[in-house]
């Protein structure tokens, strides 16, 4: 190939070059450009968006700042013209002060200005009186006497009308106070009344049935007494065995205990031991039963289960020979009917007349009277104040601090003062069985304390790990000099003293 092609080709190829070149930068610049005009105009836009924005958010500023300026005004001017107000009716109290004083001072001229015309007039009276007496000769009961008279027969007929009217109406009233009487007697003697206190009947199909309660050395019958702390009386009755204890949730447990082990006809001290804890258990039972019959009675619902047992617990205890239970529903209804009459909350006394003797639940467990029992319990199952405040007062132990004490007083006193509902000797006979008991169960060592035979012998079981045969004799004289020392009862009281050690073993 030639020279000059080649130079020709060497030439147009870096023409072509060089004008690719200068054309790439030439859109290149072209595209920067555009691309800085872009970019401008953003910026530009964004400037006057947020110059857009400034000026919005500063006429709005301007407003808020306008407006809460008006509302400081608006305020200022309400608490100006409240200010004026109060000056206004400070003002008018002044004055009314003022007046006040002004008038307290007249009336007080004005009362001693009455009581100097009082004084006045008592001495002109007593001078007019002195005259009469000299110029008639006569004194003034003499005066009156003749005055008396004369208005008397000048009046006889109207007099005598006048008095048998009267008579007539005594004598209508007598009669409706009667029908009164009447019918609060009859109310009274409406509910029934319970007088089984300390003993309970079992009936027997054979007088041999005896024979297997009493076991062979009479070990079945001290069992029985041991483990449900009631004492049995087999004595000549026939086809009878008798349960006596003055607690009645005691006799109710040992009578089923009773009624099982002869309805099974094995009897041994397991199964007695065995139907002891079945009994307790149904006994437990019927104590909610009977409490939520009372609360079903009365209306009241939504109580806690362990207060539904403490209020069963009262079916099965009596207050000078009534049944409490009873009468604590009998209370609640009175109390409630009365404050209806009265206008006084009715569901508050209705409340306080139902658990006014709960503390009779616990009496045997707890220190101190019924009345400061029952308060710590309804505290402790959050009743109101005012609940409690009705229920304490009705043995006179706190004052009355409403009216809805009062009325649970009133109520009690109906309740108990029906005919025959009471019965005050059953009531000492009890507290002497409780004192006995509670005499007992303070000795160290003691299991279980027992009146039985009528409050004459209290028998002691007490733990054979913990007292010897000496501290038993011991314990027996100390328990005895307490009884004399604290308790008045007529005769002597027995005190048996019982160490029993049991050791079993188990064959496998």
């Known amino acids: 190939m030639p020279v000059e092609k080649i130079l020709i080709?060497?030439?147009?190829?870096?023409?072509?070059?060089?004008?690719?070149?200068?054309?790439?930068?030439?859109?290149?610049?072209?595209?920067?450009?555009?691309?800085?005009f872009q970019t401008e105009r953003m910026i530009f836009?964004?400037?006057?968006?947020?110059?857009?924005?400034?000026?919005?958010?500063?006429?709005?500023?301007?407003?808020?700042?306008?407006?809460?300026?008006?509302?400081?005004?608006?305020?200022?001017?309400?608490?100006?013209?409240?200010?004026e107000r109060l000056l206004e009716r400070e003002r008018i109290l002044d004055e009314a002060q003022k007046n006040i004083l002004v008038l307290n001072e007249e009336n007080r001229q004005e009362r001693e200005k009455i009581q100097e015309e009082k004084i006045y007039l008592r001495q002109k009276i007593r001078e007019e009186i002195l005259l009469l007496e000299e110029i008639s000769g006569i004194n003034p009961e003499e005066a009156r006497e003749m005055i008396f008279r004369k208005i008397e027969e000048e009046n006889a007929e109207d007099l005598y009308v006048s008095l048998r009217r009267l008579e007539k109406e005594r004598k209508r009233m007598v009669e409706e106070k009667g029908k009164e009487i009447l019918a609060s007697v009859i109310q009274k003697y409406a509910g029934e009344i319970n007088h089984s206190l300390v003993s309970t009947v079992v009936e027997l199909k054979d007088d041999d049935e005896k024979g297997k309660v009493i076991g062979r050395e009479g070990r079945n019958i001290r069992t029985f007494e041991r483990v449900t702390g009631v004492q049995l009386v087999i004595d000549d009755t026939p086809e009878v065995i008798t349960i006596s204890s003055f607690d009645p949730i005691r006799r109710e447990i040992a009578a089923r205990v009773l009624n099982k082990i002869l309805s099974d006809g094995i009897v041994q001290?397991?199964?007695?031991?065995?139907?002891?804890?079945?009994?307790k258990d149904e006994v437990e039972k019927i104590l909610l039963e009977k409490g939520y019959e009372a609360l079903e009675k009365i209306g009241l619902y939504d109580v806690d289960e362990e207060l539904v047992e403490l209020l069963g617990r009262l079916h099965f205890r009596t207050s000078f020979g009534q049944n409490v239970l009873q009468h604590s529903v009998e209370v609640a209804k009175f109390a409630e009917m009365l404050a209806n009459e009265l206008g006084v909350n009715p569901n508050v006394a209705k409340i306080a007349g139902l658990f006014h003797d709960i503390g009779k639940a616990l009496d045997h467990e707890e220190e101190g009277s019924h009345v400061e029992i029952g308060i710590r319990i309804l505290k402790?199952?959050?009743?109101?104040?005012?609940?409690?405040?009705?229920?304490?007062?009705?043995?006179?132990?706190?004052?009355n601090e409403n009216l809805e004490s009062y009325i649970v007083d009133a109520a009690d006193k109906i309740s108990a003062s029906r005919v025959g509902a009471?019965?005050?000797?059953?009531?000492?006979?009890?507290?002497?069985?409780?004192?006995?008991?509670?005499i007992t169960s303070?000795?160290?060592?003691?299991?279980?304390?027992?009146?039985?035979?009528?409050?004459?012998?209290?028998?002691v079981f007490v733990k054979p790990d913990e007292v010897n045969d000496y501290l038993a004799q011991k314990m027996a004289r100390q328990?005895?000099?307490?009884?004399?020392?604290?308790?008045?009862?007529?005769?002597?009281?027995?005190?048996?003293?019982?160490?029993?050690?049991?050791?079993?073993?188990?064959?496998?």
């Open 9 to 36: 080709l060497v030439f147009s190829a870096i023409g072509f070059l060089l004008l690719g070149y200068f054309l790439k930068s030439w859109i290149d610049k072209r595209k920067k450009e555009n691309i800085q």
């Open 45 to 83: 836009d964004a400037e006057k968006e947020a110059m857009e924005i400034i000026e919005s958010a500063r006429n709005e500023g301007q407003n808020i700042v306008h407006q809460a300026v008006n509302d400081v005004n608006a305020r200022i001017q309400a608490i100006e013209r409240e200010k």
């Open 479 to 508: 328990i005895a000099q307490r009884i004399e020392d604290e308790l008045k009862y007529p005769g002597e009281i027995k005190v048996a003293v019982i160490r029993e050690k049991r050791i079993i073993e188990y064959a496998r």
């Open 269 to 279: 001290p397991a199964r007695i031991e065995e139907y002891y804890e079945e009994s």
């Open 422 to 438: 009471r019965s005050g000797m059953a009531e000492n006979f009890l507290k002497k069985i409780e004192g006995l008991e509670k």
């Open 380 to 399: 402790r199952f959050g009743f109101a104040q005012e609940i409690i405040d009705a229920m304490k007062s009705h043995h006179r132990e706190y004052p």
């Open 442 to 459: 303070e000795f160290k060592g003691v299991n279980e304390a027992y009146a039985i035979s009528a409050g004459r012998e209290i028998r």
